[in-house]
Each structure stands twice: as C-alpha cells, then as structure tokens.
C-alpha cells in the first residue's frame, strides 16, 4: 500500500483568507472620507473638544517624564522590524519555501495593513486637528483676513517687512547668544514658558502645558532640511539641535503649537509668532522677528512679481551687519545640508500636506504672514474704534 501524500495548504490560500488587511483597508477610506467630508464644527466638538485632551493627559503621563524620546526609540524598532521582515521574507525566496509571486503579494498585503494602522492610529492620536475650525475663527481674525486690493496688500506688506528689519535691528545687540541656542535648561524654560502662557490665554489650548526635546537623530533631521518634527505617536515635539541658533526658539514653539492641536503650518507658525511676541525675552522675540522677516520678504517679493528693482532689496538692505551675517550663515548651512534626501523629504512633507487638506503644501508655512497682516488690521481696527469714542 502507498504511503500518504501529506497534504499542505498553500501558502497563497491560507493568505487569501486573511480578513484584516482588507478591515484596515476599508476603515482607512472611511476615516479618510471623514477627514475631508465632515464638517469641522463636528471635529471641533467631538474630536478637538472631548477626545484629544484626553490623548494629550494620557501620553504626558506615559511619555512626559521619560529622559529619551520614546518616537525616536519607536521608530529605530520599527526599523529593525520592516528589516527583519524584509531579510526573513528575502530568505524564503532564497531557499525556495516560497515562490518569488508569493513573497511579493506577502509583503505588499503586511505593507498595506501595517500601514494603514499607523495611519488609523496617527488619526485618532492627533490628525483629525486638520480638519479643525481655522485658528483665526477661534480668536476672532476671520473677517480681517479678506484680501484688499493689490496696491493696499503691498502696501502692508512693505510696512510689515519695514518694521521687522528694525525690530531684528533693535534685538540682535541684547541676544544672550547661550540662551537663544535653547541647549540649556535657562534657555529652553524660555520657550517653555512662553507656551504655557499662550496656553492659558487662548481657550481652544485648555491651559494645557506643552514640552519639547532636543532630538538624537538631529544630523538626520539636518540632512533631510527638518528644522523640528512632532511625534504624534508619543505626543513628542522635537527640535532639530543643529540649525542656527536664531530659529530654534521659533522652532520649539512652533512644534509645541503641534502638540497642543494646530495641524496647519501656517497656523502652527502664527502660534509660534504669538508665544514669541508675548514674551519679554530678548531671545524670543528676535528669533520670531527673524522667521518673519524671510516669511515677508519672500511674500513682498512674490507680490511684485519678483523683479530685480523690487523693494525687497532696498529694505533688506537696512539690515545690521551683523543680521546680515547671522542670515547668510544660515542659508549657507541650510544650502550645504540640503541635498537629494532634502529635497526627497520636502517633496514627501508637501505631498502630506496636501493629502490632510493644506491644498498649499510646503508653501502653507508662508500663512503666517497673511494672519501677521489680520492681527495688525485688528489693532488698526480697534485704535479708530477708540479713537472714535474718544470723539
């Protein structure tokens, strides 16, 4: 009598039956559909108001106190495991256990249902905050963000450009040069409080109080031209160490700005320019002068067409010696870190942005202007009203 053929299910069945990567597939779309399609008052309520709060207490509590970013820890074991699934996978083709279709279509369904759970959890964690109300409704810059007639619009933004170069003018000789490299604990309780300030004034913020570290992987963050990067993951925001000096305090504020639920760059950046303002630090405030200023510029620059007689070059030329240097040290380090893995990362950020629903990508960061130019039509605004009733 003949022995038995042991029977072996193969492998490609047993896959087939696999449910999961499909329920993550599928419950992607449907978050996806709600990102973009449910409107922003019901996210403002029930995810902004009621859920994410929670989120914030309950990873301050678990990652707050540690002495290590727990991202970075995260994301070098997540490494070592798509390697390690890579290597085993690779194996199996090598030794002829699996047929090169199989390991294919393995690979691909894990990579589908891995990523969308990180997806899923990055939603339920902190993404949702893009499809938030504006920042501007919240405190009441919506009806001063209307665009006036181009003539105007140049006008403003020459004004702005004007008094910034005087404010990094004014600051830059008081800069206590140890502090602003926010490397000292005097220097980053700087930023630290600032944002908690900020925090207890603008309600959406809940009198919360944010955190910040100096990233390990901050080399890295240089190479793919990162100034700061937030973990919504662990709810930590990270500061990339080794870019200039004069923007790492701007930096930290505006990844804690992240932290506390503004999605949008361009608002993220204005929270930034509101901690830094509202401080009384020398070191703050120059440093949100100095972002500003590249923002307004670039914006006056733009508006004008970018022409060789624009004005830009005129006001820009009222800069200190020694901002000046500060400035073109800064786009020389920033040139020489830049390079394929740079322009590869921004064009991934810009990509990112776009599919959360910043329709403007990179260039999203350059909003900051436009809610700089509302909040000084608000003031001119309230000054007449004044004014008036003096009358």
């Known amino acids: ?51 994410y709060p929670q989120v914030f207490r309950l990873q301050k509590a678990a990652f707050g106190g540690l002495s290590f970013s727990a991202s970075e820890v995260l994301l070098l074991l997540a490494t070592c495991a798509v390697m390690l699934l890579s290597i085993r996978g ?44 504006p920042y501007a409704t919240h405190i009441g810059l919506d009806r001063f963000l209307n665009r006036p007639e181009l003539a105007i619009q140049t006008a403003e933004l020459e004004a702005l450009c004007r008094s910034l170069v005087t404010g990094c003018n004014q600051i830059e000789p008081l800069v206590d040069q140890n502090l602003i490299s926010m490397e000292s604990n005097a220097g980053q309780s700087l930023a630290l409080t600032a944002m908690a300030n900020l925090s207890k004034k603008i309600p959406i913020f809940g009198g919360r109080e944010p955190s910040f570290r100096l990233a390990n992987g901050s080399p890295l963050l ?8 937030y973990s919504p993951f662990t709810g930590d925001a990270h500061l990339n160490g080794q870019q200039p000096s004069w923007a790492r305090p701007f930096t930290a504020c505006h990844e804690m700005a992240h932290q506390l639920g503004i999605a949008r760059e361009g608002e993220a950046n204005f929270v930034a320019w509101q901690a830094c303002m509202g401080s009384d630090s020398n070191e703050l405030r120059y440093s949100a002068y100095m972002v500003a200023l590249g923002s307004a510029s670039n914006a006056l620059f733009g508006l004008q067409g970018g022409r060789e007689d624009s004005v830009v070059f005129e006001i820009l030329a009222g800069l200190s010696p020694e901002v000046k240097e500060q400035r073109n040290r800064a786009a020389a380090w920033w040139a020489e870190m830049m390079g394929l893995a740079g322009n590869l990362a921004q064009a991934t950020n810009h990509a990112y942005l776009r599919s959360q629903g910043q329709a403007d990508g990179v260039e999203s960061y350059g909003h900051l202007v436009d809610l700089i130019l509302a909040d000084r039509r608000r003031e001119d605004a309230e000054l007449r009203d004044r004014k008036q009733a003096a009358e």
Do not use: D, N
């Open 1 to 51: 009598m003949p022995e038995p053929i042991p029977f072996e299910p193969p492998p490609k069945a047993a896959a087939s039956k696999q449910p999961w990567p499909k329920r993550v597939l599928v419950t992607v779309f449907l978050c996806f559909g709600v990102l973009h399609l449910a409107p922003a008052k019901w996210i403002e309520s029930v995810y902004c108001e009621a859920i």
């Open 90 to 133: 690779l194996s199996g083709i090598l030794r002829q256990t699996i047929t090169l279709s199989i390991g294919v279509q393995a690979g691909i369904v894990r990579g589908v249902f891995w990523t969308g759970l990180c997806y899923l959890t990055f939603l339920g964690l902190w993404g949702f905050h893009h499809a938030r109300l």
């Open 222 to 229: 240089s190479r793919l031209g990162i100034s700061g990067i």
